[in-house]
């Protein structure tokens, strides 16, 4: 063998291993921006189509809600088991599952069931967001790259290459959906592993900046709900509405989850039965009790609240003060049937209307700084992830001015939550482990 052979050689095999070791996360996470911005637009374009068929026909979606509530609940039991809810449990549970869970719930089967299910929920009004179902899709999507991996390389990780890629694939799905690369690594540490391995922080992050770029790519250089200016001084009672907004939120995300991990203990026995033996007619019901709060609402809670919270944030929008409750009511409402929805949208909804309600009692304060701290406080209750929360509402809002406020208050929310609930995707996840998923 000549020198140059042997040089050529070494070339090549170089090449492949820096191919196996970054090339294919890189090659995900771009497909992972450009799939969750495509699906962003579809759920865009199916919420669209659902504001103009009941702006014209006001009372339809007392039909078409319950119809399409109970469509959903059939497809994913019928044809994509473990597409349900968020995605943000399964994932969690794929991770720190060592059986091969991650065969079964990141499919797919199950990221195109994910997706459609979920386009047509929003059809049909359901309180859902896209946010959650993006980490289980983008997760999902870099799970099955290993394909390109040889047999013998993924045997020799026993493992741990699955978990790397499900883990990379989840982040970069926040990243792309919230436009918050900084989130997206927050989220991985704080959320999914509750570690952070050095030999999978530099995957993972490039991972999230390729997402990142290909988002920004196609949609712009734009910050999820604008920009709000708080001013440079703030308002001598800043740190008592902080204090006073992180226990109301904290105590009604708490009250959110324990409502959907203790289902057997509020729910009326006939509810159960029939939730349990006629779970597509249980989805009609829920469907009806979303539509009937929407249509009283005004419409008001249909969809993820994206259009109302960044309406609250910009003083375009007069909602009443329970609005959070009629949100929070039909966000159960959609969950509890099964069917694929995330609740990142819905929770910022909800908080955002936390803080608008708020205003009645610091009227002095601007509005937007109460809406900001609301929904980092609800956000940070429901997810039990407050390092997370404030980090995912900063790059939202652009709001760094309000770093110390939104900080205090998620923890605050954070630590109120946990006495009314265990963090709720975690406890989620362990039905996934056990079989339960109801």
Known sequence: MSLVQFVDRR???????????????????????????????????????????????RWLPLLVTPAISAACVWITRRFFPGAEGSGIPQVIASLHDHSGLGHRLLTIRILVGKIFISFLAILGGLTIGREGPT????????????????????????????????LAGAAAGLSAAFNAPLAGVVFAIEELTRSFEQRTSGVLITAIIFAGIVALGIQGNYTYFGTIDVGPHFPDLLALAVVLIGVVAGAAGG??????????????????????????????????LIAVIGVLSGGHTFGSGYAEARGMLEGNAHLTVLYPVFKMASMVGSYLPGAPGGLFAPSLAIGAGIGNA?????????????????????LAAVTQSPITSFVIVIEMINGHALVISLMATALIASRVSRIFAPPLYEALSERYGTGKQS
């Open 11 to 57: 070339t090549l095999q170089r090449a492949h291993r820096l191919w196996l070791h970054y090339g294919v996360f890189w090659l995900g996470a771009i497909a992972v921006g450009l799939t969750a911005v495509l699906y962003a637009q579809l759920i865009d374009f199916g919420y669209g189509a659902f504001l103009r068929y009941s702006a014209q026909y």
């Open 135 to 166: 980490i289980h899709v983008g997760a999902a999507l870099m799970f099955n790259l290993r394909a390109f991996y040889p047999k013998r390389f993924r045997a020799m990780q026993g493992g741990v290459l699955e978990r790397r890629l499900a």
């Open 255 to 288: 009250i959110f989850c324990w409502l959907l991990l203790n289902t057997q203990r509020w729910m009326p026995s006939i509810v159960l039965g029939w939730r349990a033996q006629r779970p597509v007619a249980f989805g009609a019901g829920c469907g009806l």
């Open 358 to 378: 708020l205003h009645l009692l610091f009227s002095q304060m601007q509005l937007p700084m109460l809406i900001a701290l609301g929904m980092v406080g609800y």
